[in-house]
């Protein structure tokens, strides 16, 4: 596509539920990463994928979170559980690649404001 | 592990005025890319201007331009003549320019929100 795209735009779930959150990235873009946005703090890393391969999964907060990317593009972000300082906006990247002595430049969808009642 | 400290959480400046937005950032490494990145109320990130660290030259994008200061660690954005437009939350962002391991990712500040005046 033109542009990364995510789904749903907003999502309002109940403590203890599932939810799952969906990115596509842009055409061609190897490299994918989530990241989570809370009220009044800047982008926190969540997790990075090459490929279908997630080589740093370090800042997933906890095992309630979960990501998978298939045929190296669309990504799930699935978080089990939910509780309410899971609500954030979840927002997804894209870039031609991970490696390399590349420009660094990220390509943001607009994403996912859940809200946990 | 780098860090990156927007100091100012508001800024504001009257419409067609010149206004500067302050980042630092810590790190051992000495080659880099430093990026500001604007999110207006879609919540879309926008790269304004990118910056790599092994050129001396300030990198400038139309009204907006960079100081690039590496020995204080110091990456600051000047929007002229700014515009209703320009009213957003602002992000500063560090990369290495290293490649495998974590290298890859953006680091972020906390932001500043910029409010423009008519």
Not at chain 1, 56 to 66: A, E, H, N
Request: aromatic residues 12%.
């Amino acid at each position: 596509g033109a542009g990364v795209s995510q789904s749903p735009s907003n999502k309002v779930t109940e403590k203890g539920k599932d939810v799952e959150l969906r990115c596509d990235p842009i055409s061609g873009h190897t490299a994918l990463y989530w990241y989570r946005q809370s009220l009044g703090q800047g982008l926190e890393f969540l997790i990075y994928f090459q490929g279908n391969s997630a080589p740093d999964k370090s800042g997933l907060p906890s095992d309630r979170f979960s990501a998978e990317r298939t045929g190296g593009s669309v990504s799930t972000l699935t978080i089990q559980r939910t509780q309410q300082e899971d609500s954030a906006v979840y927002l997804c990247a894209s870039s031609l690649t991970g490696t390399g002595k590349y420009t660094g430049e990220l390509f943001f969808g607009e994403g996912s404001r859940l809200t946990v009642l | 592990a780098q860090t990156v400290t927007q100091s100012q959480p508001e800024m504001s400046v009257q419409e067609a005025e010149t206004v500067t937005l302050s980042c630092t950032y810590d790190t051992s490494e000495s080659d880099y890319y430093l990026f500001w990145y604007k999110q207006p109320p879609s919540r879309q990130m926008i790269l304004v201007i990118r910056q790599e660290a092994y050129k001396q030259q300030n990198a400038t994008e139309n009204r907006f331009s960079v100081n690039f200061q590496k020995a204080a660690k110091s990456f600051s954005l000047k929007i002229s003549d700014s515009q209703l437009g320009d009213a957003a939350m602002y992000f500063c962002a560090y990369r290495s320019a290293r490649s495998g391991g974590s290298n890859y990712k953006l680091t972020f500040g906390k932001g500043t929100l910029l409010t423009v005046n008519p």
